[in-house]
């Protein structure tokens, strides 16, 4: 399809609206499909690391209960 103008390329004979639209949303769910499992990943590293300073802490304060007994 050749277009004359970028008016015209935009306009597509009446369907751009249509088409740019569709594109967009396509872009938009291409989007989501990445950045969801990274935002996903990062958070249960985070969660991971947390839970590992909380043992780590617990683990270390019994070490010392024990050398009190």
Do not use: C
């Given at each position: 399809?050749?277009?004359?103008?970028?008016?015209?390329?935009?306009?597509?004979?009446g369907?751009?609206?249509?088409?740019?639209?569709s594109?967009a949303?396509?872009?938009?769910?291409?989007?989501?499909?990445?950045?969801?499992?990274?935002?996903?990943?990062?958070?249960?590293?985070?969660?991971?690391?947390?839970?590992?300073?909380?043992?780590?802490?617990?683990?270390?304060?019994?070490?010392?209960?024990?050398?009190?007994?």
């Amino acid at each position: 399809m050749y277009f004359t103008t970028l008016s015209d390329a935009l306009h597509m004979a009446g369907h751009g609206p249509y088409v740019w639209v569709s594109y967009a949303a396509t872009l938009l769910v291409m989007f989501v499909l990445i950045w969801w499992p990274i935002k996903q990943r990062r958070q249960l590293i985070e969660q991971q690391q947390r839970i590992q300073r909380i043992n780590a802490s617990s683990q270390g304060n019994s070490s010392l209960k024990d050398q009190e007994d």
